[in-house]
Structures are given as structure tokens and as C-alpha cells.
């Protein structure tokens, strides 16, 4: 009989921490943070990484364990989470996989050996922009988001310029990182997934708003700045790609001021929730709830003691 696990997926913004420390103190769980940002230390404000309070009270591992000038990819968190799933298991308790980087649970259920699906839409508007930039612009692109991938595609190659740059857009994943990151999915677990969807839309883009305005308040810049006095680390390394730290670093450097960084960091962060959303709905097996309803616990747990019984 396989071992039994919980994923407890959704967007940014749902509300995933409360729910997994909620589920904690109902099932004899212990919480695996799923967060690609979360890893890297003095990412803070930014990440909405619980307060230090919390984590002593409800403890979430693989929290804090790179530095920010660090990589961490998809295949280590495999190989993280699975050290500390047997772990837990050992304890006799069970693993809570919490967070919003979807590629992390993929890479854990299913593997990451295939790349994304082609994309239609995103390959007609590469064209389109290729046809008033060119394919040399284009690769430039590509330089600045996945520097691996353009090494070995030749400026006019129009048609790996085009694919590498349809798998960042679509999933928001550099090409050399899927590449990289082959990793054969856990097969000895029974995943449990839960999906936090919030409905309709414009409630969660008002939470991400007030979200980002309570990180500004908290000081996110100060945060960032602090961060680029770190003699090591670049607005290139992944860890400065995450949603808010790219644009603020960007307003650091003079390139707009604090209101167009703010537009700018609200809008991709909906981009990504909106790929976190299509992701999501993808998944199979899934209990989907709206974080926003009463009883939106209950019935979790109620799905939960169904199944872990």
C-alpha cells in the first residue's frame, strides 16, 4: 500500500499558507513548502514568507535554504522534497506540499522529462513581434531570459529562437532549465491534491493588489535594495527574477520611477497567477475549492478524513 501525501496547490495570493497551517493542526501533518522563491534567504517581505513566529510555531521546511546568489531548480526541490517526505513518513505522519510553483509539483508526480505543449497563440505573437523586430532582436530576448538556450541557437535560427521563447511565455520556465531538470516523479506515493480557486477573477487581482501594497508598506523596497549591496548577486540570478524583485530592482536602477515599478510588479504578478490558473486547472484527480467561501476548510478536511482513513 503506497504512502499517502497532500498537495495543497494555488495561485499566488489564495491564501495557501493559512490553509496548510489550518490543515496542520487538524491532521498529523508536517508542511513542505513548494515555492520556488521561498528557498532563497533575505527574501522576505517580497515572497510573503511567514513571519518568524509562525515558522517556529508550524515549522515549513525547504524554507531558507539557498542563498539568493544561489540556483535552485526544479530537480533539486525533487530531490529536497523527497529527503524530507521520507523523513516525515519516517515520524509517522504525513507530508503537506504547500505553494504555488507548479512546476515543483509536476516535477514530483510526473516527472519533467517533456517540455510544454506547443502554444498557438503565443507562437503567433512571437511571430508577429519577430516580423517588426527580427529574429536578431528576438534572440537578444532570448540572451536576457535564458542566456544557456541563445549560446546554442544561432541568431537567425528562427525556429528555435521561436520555441525557446514560446516555453518561457508559456510557462514561465527557461528552455535550459526543463532541459536541465529531467527528474522521474515519485511513483511510491498516493498524492492527495487539493487546488485553492479563487472566483471570480477580479477578487483575486483585488487581493494581489492589496497584497503588493502591504509588501510596499512593509518596506519591499527597502528589502531589495538591501539586497543589491550583495557584491555577488545580479538582477540576472534566478532568484531576482521573481515577480516584485525584477521591477523594483529595475526602479532602483533608474530605469522608472516607484509607481510604474508598482504597475509593473502588479501585472506580472497576475500573469502569473494566471499561468498558476491554467496549471492548475490542468491537474487531474484535484479537489478544487474557493479559498473564499465559508466552510472552504471543512470541506477539506472532510475530504481529507475521507481519504486518509
Given at each position: 500500500m503506497k504512502r499517502r501525501?497532500?498537495?495543497?496547490?494555488?495561485?499566488?495570493?489564495?491564501?495557501?499558507?493559512?490553509?496548510?497551517?489550518?490543515?496542520?493542526?487538524?491532521?498529523?501533518?508536517?508542511?513542505i513548502s513548494v515555492d520556488s522563491a521561498l528557498v532563497y534567504r533575505g527574501m522576505d517581505i517580497g515572497t510573503a514568507k511567514p513571519d518568524a513566529a509562525t515558522l517556529e510555531r508550524t515549522p515549513h521546511r525547504l524554507i531558507d535554504i539557498r542563498d539568493p546568489e544561489e540556483s535552485y531548480s526544479a530537480g533539486d526541490f525533487v530531490r529536497d522534497a523527497c529527503c524530507e517526505m521520507d523523513a516525515i513518513f519516517a515520524r509517522g505522519r504525513i507530508?503537506?506540499?504547500?505553494?504555488?510553483?507548479?512546476?515543483?509539483?509536476?516535477?514530483?508526480?510526473?516527472?519533467?522529462?517533456?517540455?510544454?505543449?506547443?502554444?498557438q497563440a503565443v507562437r503567433a505573437a512571437i511571430d508577429a513581434e519577430a516580423e517588426n523586430r527580427g529574429w536578431p532582436a528576438m534572440h537578444a530576448e532570448l540572451q536576457t531570459i535564458d542566456a544557456d538556450?541563445?549560446?546554442r541557437i544561432e541568431p537567425n535560427d528562427r525556429?528555435?529562437?521561436?520555441r525557446a521563447l514560446e516555453v518561457y511565455r508559456s510557462s514561465g520556465t527557461p528552455l535550459?532549465?526543463?532541459?536541465?531538470?529531467?527528474a522521474p516523479a515519485r511513483s511510491d506515493v498516493d498524492y492527495l491534491k487539493i487546488g485553492l480557486d479563487v472566483e471570480p477573477r477580479g477578487l483575486l487581482h483585488g487581493r494581489i493588489a492589496g497584497r503588493l501594497d502591504d509588501m510596499l508598506a512593509a518596506g519591499f523596497v527597502d528589502e531589495v535594495r538591501r539586497l543589491r549591496k550583495r557584491p555577488r548577486l545580479t538582477a540576472d540570478h534566478p532568484s531576482m527574477r521573481a515577480v516584485?524583485?525584477?521591477?523594483?530592482?529595475?526602479?532602483?536602477?533608474?530605469?522608472?520611477?516607484?509607481?510604474?515599478?508598482?504597475?509593473?510588479?502588479?501585472?506580472?504578478?497576475?500573469?502569473?497567477?494566471?499561468r498558476q490558473i491554467t496549471w492548475l486547472r490542468s491537474e487531474t484527480g484535484i479537489l478544487t475549492v474557493d479559498p473564499l467561501e465559508a466552510g472552504a476548510i471543512d470541506a477539506i478536511s472532510t475530504f481529507l478524513a475521507?481519504?486518509?482513513c
Open positions: 501525501a497532500v498537495l495543497l496547490m494555488g495561485p499566488t495570493a489564495a491564501g495557501k499558507t493559512g490553509f496548510a497551517i489550518g490543515l496542520s493542526k487538524r491532521f498529523p501533518c508536517d508542511i507530508p503537506l506540499l504547500a505553494g504555488g510553483t507548479m512546476m515543483y509539483f509536476r516535477a514530483l508526480t510526473r516527472g519533467i522529462a517533456e517540455l510544454p505543449g506547443a502554444d538556450a541563445a549560446r525556429q528555435r529562437i521561436q535550459s532549465e526543463w532541459q536541465r531538470d529531467s516584485g524583485y525584477r521591477q523594483f530592482w529595475q526602479h532602483l536602477e533608474g530605469a522608472f520611477d516607484l509607481t510604474e515599478a508598482r504597475d509593473r510588479a502588479l501585472y506580472a504578478t497576475r500573469q502569473l497567477a494566471k475521507r481519504s486518509l
